[in-house]
């Protein structure tokens, strides 16, 4: 008896999500666990894999994200190795719901890095391009980790990016893009 990989593959569960999908209108279910921005959605549809329909737990981000996220992962890490009491920034917010003030080797390791940021991105290190990472052996379903070219994610994206995924019309920009940190986006 062939035994099914996660519950993502599951055809009770499959059917559940379309239900819930087609109440929400949409043609996603969005991960409400998840925080969402307009320039990172985490959401859940319905697709094909090999023959069989699938869940697709989707990560879709814009390519200013992306870039802002290896800045800040590239300088974390240089931090660490810079530091050898290094630890990672916690912010806290206090009674009032105000930021707590920094101690003195958090402030010092937050310059540190904001200072490599800047190095990086002014020297052009760090480029990025659109992809599609498929995980079949994700936890639930079949996990994508996809990053576009567009300014913010909109429900319109979603619906275009989940249309072109399952008809196998996404065609991806493999241009390398850097980007300025916060300034207007520009293309």
């Known amino acids: 008896m062939e035994t099914i990989p996660n519950s993502g593959y599951d055809l009770e569960v499959i ?10 209108g949409k043609s996603y279910l969005l991960d409400e666990e998840d925080e969402q921005s307009d320039e990172y959605v985490h959401f859940y549809f319905i697709g094909k894999y090999d023959t069989a329909e699938v869940i697709y737990d989707c990560i879709l ?4 994200f992306q870039h802002e996220s290896e800045l800040f992962d590239i300088a974390e890490h240089k931090a660490a190795q810079h530091f050898p009491q290094y630890k990672k920034i916690k912010y806290e917010a206090d009674e009032n719901g105000d ?12 310059l540190y890095m904001a200072e490599v940021m800047v190095e990086l991105e002014e020297e052009g290190e760090v480029k990025v391009c659109e ?39 996404l065609k991806l920009d493999s241009s390398l893009y850097s980007f300025q ?5 520009k293309e």
């Not at 059917?15 to 929400?24: E, G, H, N, V």
């Not at 079949?142 to 990053?147: E, K, Q, R, V």
């Not at 940190?181 to 986006?185: E, G, K, L, Y």
């Open 181 to 185: 940190m916060n300034s207007d986006f």
């Open 61 to 64: 981000y814009t390519l200013r």
């Open 131 to 169: 992809h599609v990472d498929i995980d079949t052996g994700h936890d639930f379903g079949i996990g994508l980790d996809a990053s576009l070219h567009l300014e913010t994610i909109t429900p319109q994206q979603i619906d275009r990016f989940i249309n072109d995924f399952n008809t196998d019309n």
């Open 99 to 110: 930021l707590k003030t920094l101690d003195d080797l958090e402030e010092e390791i937050g």
């Open 15 to 24: 059917k559940d999500y379309k239900k819930r999908i087609a109440l929400s």
